[in-house]
């Protein structure tokens, strides 16, 4: 079990390649790679990121822009959906290149106020389609829970996954919190499948900021990932308003690695 950050807690501080390069050398042991834009998904721009790359620093995962095409890849449009295929299969050449392990997939975004009726099969067929081209590229897909997205409730997951055995997990506070769903209902949803953690904190006024700086008790998530048999991979995940100095990703990682040593 590896603590490290993502490169989208550097989202607009740096580029893509910037925050991957900066991560190495500041030689955190793991990281998420953020692709935010159409012209990075594809093989070239995976090798520029891993010409970046140096050190013992691991890309565990991978996650791309949801709505650039994300949503469409469920689309009953044909067109709209092979388009969107290709593009992820470009992603995932990156992915390839950098040697990610996950992509971490937010899916179709719930948008319109309207009511949803879910219909599993339709989705793990779809899902099930992902889950063999990400296959064909060495990755394997984990959905994540998302407040704005379908996977916003209890349930969502063991659908799924019981359609697509192969299907992973990733745990993200705090989505939970703007779900209005204890966090600890979604590791009782995703448990033995979570492969992947996000990891923020909130002061006490509500906003947002970095591990160990806010009021969240991460000695009892960390209590409740060790009996849900975690062993994947941590991820400060923080917007660009979370914190000051870059220095503070660090502390922050020190601070969870300390905390970490005494629980699992």
């Known amino acids: 079990m590896d603590i490290g950050v993502s490169t989208a807690s550097l989202f607009v501080r740096k580029s893509t390649e910037d925050a991957l390069e900066y991560l190495c050398e500041e030689q955190f042991p793991v990281t998420e790679v953020f692709l935010s834009t159409y012209r990075e998904y594809n093989g070239n721009f995976g090798k520029l990121l891993r010409s970046r790359m140096s050190g013992k620093t691991k890309v565990h995962s991978f996650h791309t822009l949801t709505t650039q095409f994300e949503p469409q890849l469920y689309s009953v ?9 290709e593009m992820l299969a470009g992603a995932l050449e990156a992915a390839r290149e950098i040697g990610a392990q996950y992509y971490t997939f937010h899916g179709v975004a719930r948008l319109k106020k309207t009511p949803v009726k879910l219909d599993y099969d339709k989705i793990a067929a779809v899902t099930q389609r992902i889950i063999d081209l990400c296959k064909r590229y060495g990755v394997t897909l984990s959905y994540e829970n998302v407040h704005w997205c379908y996977y916003n409730f209890k349930g969502f997951f063991k659908e799924v996954k019981a359609r697509c055995p192969q299907l992973k997990g990733v745990l993200d506070i705090k989505q939970a919190r703007q779900s209005g769903v204890f966090y600890g209902d979604y590791i009782d949803d995703m448990r033995g499948n979570i492969v992947t953690v996000h ?12 591990p160990g700086k806010g009021t969240f008790d991460f000695s009892e998530l960390f209590r409740r990932l060790k009996d849900a048999a975690f062993d994947g991979a941590m991820l400060v995940e923080a917007y660009q308003g979370d ?22």
Request: proline content about 2%; glycine content about 4%.
């Open 77 to 85: 449009n044909p067109r709209a959906a092979e388009d969107s295929f």
């Open 243 to 264: 914190y000051g100095e870059e220095k503070e990703l660090k502390e922050s990682v020190d601070y969870l690695n300390d905390l970490a040593a005494k629980i699992f």
């Open 199 to 210: 990891l923020s904190d909130i002061d006490e006024n509500g906003k947002m900021c970095l």
